[in-house]
């Protein structure tokens, strides 16, 4: 099943080091994206899944290093020269962030945008970059594109940037496409248009890693779900199995957070509380334990490991997982 | 919710915006960002605005708050128009209302810690109080929105989001204003950080008997916290009712796709909406 694996990460750890000493963002974090595959990494804010994407293309903050392995067809990102980075960026893995505005340059028209990549590369000539430019917008469903090509960013509404943005990340042609938060700053009705463009971009056999904190996005898109807290993987699944029956508590917390239109409207929303621990202030054991409403003393001390499910294709890290049917004492 | 005259009436409010560009001789163009708009909140009730990016959600708040002045129809409050200009009317209707905005980070000031920012909300509302008794209510105010004692002393960068929210929660209602208007108050924030603030602005509601006029493009959010829901599109009301009636029987098909919209964690059913979105387009 990993042969054919467009993204492979496998023990991934991300270090900053600060004043006070270093600081570990991410730890252990292994996983694949196929073809043809979307997969969504989802976690709280600050939970190290940004840093997941930012370590795979080499665009870690100064201070930030990466260890372990992260292979795009074939070839190791990890310790990669700038060089060879720029031949991925772009051409290889396509980079959608989630404020739109500040990844369009104001100061170039939506033409220059989408077709300095093809040709700063020497991909296309100028006339053949325009035409990939329009078919670009085209596809993202932006309405007379013609006139687009000559606004600047701040003219387009903020759901018309995010489709500028997608269709400026797809112009190289990618392989495969990240997505760091993609709808967070949407409204409800343009975010359902961005996800629908993103599972279009999917259906064409590109990977796509989506990173999220809202399951509801996940739902329709991803098709498998690595869920991560306090910088690793805590549960991985499908999608199905993973909403259906999450085995760790916290899968299970961020999914009862969702708010709702069906079932009965309660007046409590069921929130997590309490923050995730600050990176420096992490426990010896399970970091998710000091939240955990089944946790013991056991938890705390002794972290648990991620655990292939013999049944299924997934995995968990929990002392006491949830099972299905049976409601913990 | 026993008296029968609302503590917020708006009344076909209207509002037009002159937008610059045009030739010097063209007449100027005009936006109407809200056409005839009537909306009213009995005291402690929750009413909830919601529609896109564009339909007027905001200006609706910023008339109510006096920050946008309506070109027609009226704001009542307690039964009496209020009179944006006249400044004792200003300074009642303030400590009367306030409001939270989106961005967290953005409406502190980044220089004053989380205790200094409380303080000086109730230093501007309830005038000038003794200073024991202000440390006190300013501890209790914070405390009341779930940050200990500790958090007083911290500058907004110290704090996470969902944190900085609760600090500007607790400036908003440390004077014990009657009206909350929360624009967007919850739509920056994780999932699991909304689920506490949606609770923490109930629990609130329902204490101090504070209405609550929350303006929000995430209609699920809005199910659980609002009993009435206005929905508005392109500056106008087109549906108005109880929560059981929007959610229940949408009678516009503008409410039916933004309810359409709404993400929700259940493969099958966002699979079948992901469908038929492609089938429209």
Request: charged share 20%; glycine share 10%.
């Amino acid at each position: 099943m990993t042969a054919d694996a467009l993204l492979q990460v496998r023990d991934l750890e991300v270090d900053f080091s600060t004043s006070q000493g270093t600081v570990n963002a991410v730890a252990g974090v292994a996983f694949d994206v196929r073809a043809g595959e979307c997969v969504a990494v989802v976690g709280e804010s600050g939970s190290g899944k940004t840093q997941v994407l930012m370590a795979c293309l080499g665009l870690l903050a100064a201070n930030g290093s990466a260890q372990g392995s992260v292979t795009f067809a074939g070839r190791e990102l990890i310790g990669a020269g700038e060089q060879a980075l720029n031949t991925v960026r772009g051409t290889g893995i396509g980079l959608l962030s989630q404020d739109p505005l500040s990844a369009l340059t104001p100061h170039l028209r939506i033409e220059t945008l989408l077709t300095e990549g093809l040709l700063d590369r020497g991909l296309a000539s100028r006339t053949e970059a325009r035409e990939r430019a329009l078919r670009a917008l085209r596809d993202v469903e932006i309405p007379d594109p013609e006139s687009r090509l000559r606004q600047y960013p701040h003219e387009l509404s903020g759901g018309m940037r995010q489709r500028v943005a997608l269709a400026v990340a797809l112009m190289c042609s990618p392989r495969l496409l990240f997505a760091d938060e993609p709808t967070t700053a949407l409204d409800v009705s343009v975010q359902a248009r961005v996800l629908e463009l993103l599972a279009r971009v999917r259906d064409r056999g590109l990977g796509v890693l989506i990173v999220t904190h809202d399951l509801g996005v996940v739902a329709g898109l991803a098709d498998r779900v690595v869920v991560m807290y306090a910088g690793r993987i805590v549960e991985t699944a499908t999608t199905a199995d993973l909403l259906a029956m999450p085995r760790h508590p916290y899968t299970a917390a961020l999914l009862a957070a969702v708010p709702r239109l069906h079932g009965a409207a309660q007046a409590r929303l069921v929130g997590i509380p309490g923050d995730p621990p600050q990176p420096a202030e992490r426990p010896p054991g399970c970091a998710f334990a000091a939240r955990c409403d089944f946790a013991d003393e056991h938890c705390a001390q002794r972290r648990p490991e991620l655990q292939q499910d013999p049944y299924r294709v997934a995995a968990v890290a929990c002392h006491r997982p949830l099972r299905a049917g049976t409601e913990h004492a | 919710m026993s008296s029968a005259t609302p503590l917020l009436r708006v009344e076909h409010a209207g509002v037009r915006y002159v937008l610059r560009g045009g030739g010097f001789f063209a007449p100027p163009r005009t936006l109407d960002a809200l056409t005839d708009v009537s909306i009213a909140i009995p005291e402690g009730g929750r009413l909830g605005v919601v529609g896109e990016s564009g339909s007027g959600k905001s200006t609706l708040a910023r008339v109510v708050l006096g920050l946008v002045r309506a070109n027609s129809g009226r704001v009542l409050w307690e039964g009496h128009v209020v009179d944006y200009d006249d400044a004792g009317t200003m300074r009642a209707l303030r400590r009367g209302m306030q409001v939270v905005f989106q961005d967290p980070f953005g409406s502190l000031d980044p220089r004053m810690t989380a205790g200094q920012a409380v303080g000086e909300a109730l230093q501007a509302l309830a005038g000038p109080v003794p200073s024991v008794a202000a440390q006190d209510r300013i501890r209790a105010a914070l405390s009341e929105v779930g940050l200990g004692a500790a958090f007083a002393n911290r500058y907004p960068h110290e704090l996470s989001g969902g944190q900085c929210q609760r600090v500007a929660i607790a400036r908003a209602t440390v004077a014990r204003p009657r009206l909350l208007v929360c624009d967007e108050a919850v739509s920056a924030l994780d999932v699991s950080v909304q689920a506490q603030i949606v609770n923490l602005l109930h629990e609130l509601s329902e204490r101090h008997q504070m209405s609550l006029l929350f303006i929000s493009h995430n209609l699920a959010v809005v199910r659980h916290l609002c009993e009435d829901v206005a929905v508005l599109c392109q500056g106008r009301v087109v549906e108005q009712g109880s929560r059981d009636a929007i959610f229940g029987s949408p009678q516009v098909q503008y409410t039916r796709d933004l309810l359409a919209a709404v993400p929700e964690p259940d493969p099958a059913l966002q699979r079948a909406r992901i469908a038929a979105a492609r089938v429209q387009t």
